[in-house]
């Protein structure tokens, strides 16, 4: 499987943002997803998990309350609702994918499909 992130840009603080992780070449249904992101000068975090079936979703302590993570299955496609994003949320945001069960969601080296990154800003 593949995955392109898209939906990055330029979003004022408080504002809304979607970023969409579209999978092609083999259906998504069995895969655990999840995003990251890294800014300038930093490791790459995690941000959001979704399980496979997208009963069990996952949130760094950062997001929580504010990003939403989901996925649509007929679209193959999840997606990262931002909600009142602060300018410390800036980064690349990148979506990884697993389908091995055993990822731990917060070490990005258990991951091993990733998307290219996708620019988001939060200006102030």
């Not at 995003?35 to 302590?61: C, H, I, L, M």
């Not at 496609?77 to 690349?92: F, G, H, I, N």
Request: charged fraction near 15%; glycine fraction near 10%; charge should be positive.
């Amino acid at each position: 499987v593949q995955l392109q992130a898209s939906g990055g840009g330029l979003v004022q603080a408080g504002g809304s943002l979607r970023l969409s992780c579209a999978a092609s070449g083999r259906t998504f249904s069995n895969y655990a997803v999840g995003w990251f992101r890294q800014a300038p000068g930093k490791e790459r975090e995690f941000v959001a998990a979704v399980s496979w079936s997208g009963s069990r979703t996952n949130y760094a302590d950062s997001v929580k309350g504010r990003f939403t993570i989901s996925r649509d299955s007929a679209k193959n496609t999840v997606y990262l609702q931002m909600d009142s994003p602060k300018p410390e949320d800036t980064a690349v945001y990148y979506c990884a994918a697993t389908s091995t069960g055993t990822q731990r969601d917060y070490d990005p080296s258990t991951w091993n499909i990733w998307g290219q990154g996708t620019q988001v800003t939060v200006s102030s």
